[in-house]
């Protein structure tokens, strides 16, 4: 079964850092893959994308010199080190693939991130 | 940045009604590059619709996409109640790949 499974969510102070995690399973780490977050309550935002091979690496404004995105194609994981965390980082966040040049196709169920003191 | 506005907010229908989802977007976007995605309540986002108009696999004839440049649609012909949830659009033709704000569907 093709899936990704994510990890890391939880409770930090505002300024603190966090390291989410997404396990792939089913396929090989061989495709775009991309962090997309909902905070609560609200719509989609874009947060980050990073290609098969890691030459090019994209954010979106809200986390630009913040947050890292980076993977382990070894070890089919994807990550994202969320550093500098505000109250407005609060939300789920989800890793989602995409096949070159198209849509998420394949989502995980998204962890939860709470940034308060 | 692309900015991608939904209508209506709320639409609200009864199972077996066709229901029409708009997307317009600030500026041209490939219809190479459009996806509709569904959402309900505690889950992920579901792929509909990539490229404007292709179902992703699995998804019913009864979802379909059009338009092209600033103006997209999502048409679900025959509503069933599965189908009430949060749709989403999203291009990703340029970066950052925007999201619309979200079309609530909701059992009249």
């Known amino acids: 079964e093709v899936q990704l499974v994510e990890s890391g969510g939880g409770l930090v102070k505002p300024g603190g850092s966090l390291r989410l995690s997404c396990a792939a399973s089913?396929?090989?780490?061989?495709?775009?893959m991309n962090w997309v977050r909902q905070a609560p309550g609200k719509g989609l935002e874009w947060v980050s994308s990073?290609?098969?091979?890691?030459?090019?690496?994209y954010y979106g404004d809200s986390v630009k010199g913040r947050f890292i995105i980076s993977r382990d194609n070894a070890e089919n994981s994807l990550y994202l080190q969320m550093n500098s965390l505000r109250a407005e980082d609060t939300a789920v966040y989800y890793c989602?693939?995409?096949?070159?040049?198209?849509?998420?196709?394949?989502w995980g169920q998204g962890t939860m991130v709470t940034v308060s003191s | 940045e692309i900015v991608l506005t939904q209508s209506p907010g709320t639409l609200s229908l009864s199972p077996g009604e066709r229901a029409t989802l708009s997307c317009r977007a600030s500026?041209?976007?490939?219809?190479?590059?459009l996806a509709w995605y569904q959402q309900k309540p505690g889950q992920a986002p579901r792929l509909l619709i990539y490229?404007?108009?292709s179902r992703a696999t699995g998804i019913p004839d009864r979802f379909s996409g059009s338009g092209s440049g600033t103006d997209f649609t999502l048409t679900i012909s025959r509503l069933e109640p599965e189908d009430f949830a949060v749709y989403y659009c999203?291009?990703?033709?340029?970066?950052?790949?925007?999201f619309g704000q979200g079309t609530k569907l909701e059992i009249k």
């Open positions: 089913g396929f090989t780490l061989s495709y775009s």
């Open positions: 989602a693939r995409s096949p070159p040049q198209d849509a998420f196709d394949i």
């Open positions: 999203q291009q990703y033709d340029k970066i950052p790949k925007t």
């Open positions: 490229g404007a108009s």
């Open positions: 500026q041209s976007v490939s219809s190479r590059y």
């Open positions: 990073i290609s098969s091979s890691s030459d090019h690496i």
